[in-house]
């Protein structure tokens, strides 16, 4: 075993992890003991990929409960052929973005039952029906 130190602008850094990672000959020394852990830059990124992980878990677990078949399993070669096209960033913009869409079909769905509302209060003007909670008037 070799030790040898890298030095990489942070452009690369996070391409040049993952491919050397897929390929599992190469281990990591922490020259940043002394930081805390929450004042390391990729800490958001490793918590939001945890919150994914447990999600992907709960997916799994309710697959298991109702019987659905699916593969769970991934080999390295698998890993190697898959190469990553998206980073941490552009998940995220997917992510706001399905959000954001998200937010339109609710406020669609607001408004599409205020409309009906609106019809329904409209058809009962029309057919003269009472609304409800109002009293008949006696003679």
């Not at 929450?38 to 994914?52: A, G, H, L, N, S």
């Not at 599409?112 to 003679?139: I, N, P």
Request: aromatic share 12%; net charge positive.
């Amino acid at each position: 075993m070799s030790y040898i130190q890298i030095i990489l602008p942070t452009a690369v850094a996070e391409e040049f992890a993952d491919s050397v990672g897929r390929e599992g000959c190469i281990q990591f020394t922490d020259l940043n003991e002394d930081v805390q852990p929450f004042q390391r830059p990729y800490t958001k990124d490793i918590v939001r990929i945890q919150e994914i992980e447990r999600r992907v878990k709960d997916i799994e677990n309710q697959l298991k409960e109702y019987k659905v078949v699916f593969d769970s399993q991934m080999t390295p070669s698998e890993l190697c052929t898959h190469r990553r096209h998206a980073t941490v960033d552009t998940i995220q913009v997917a992510y706001f973005a399905k959000k954001k869409c998200s937010f339109f079909f609710f406020f669609f769905l607001v408004a599409y039952a205020w409309c009906r509302k609106g019809f329904e209060k409209a058809m009962d003007r029309t057919t003269g029906e009472k609304k409800r909670g109002e009293k008949k008037k006696g003679l």
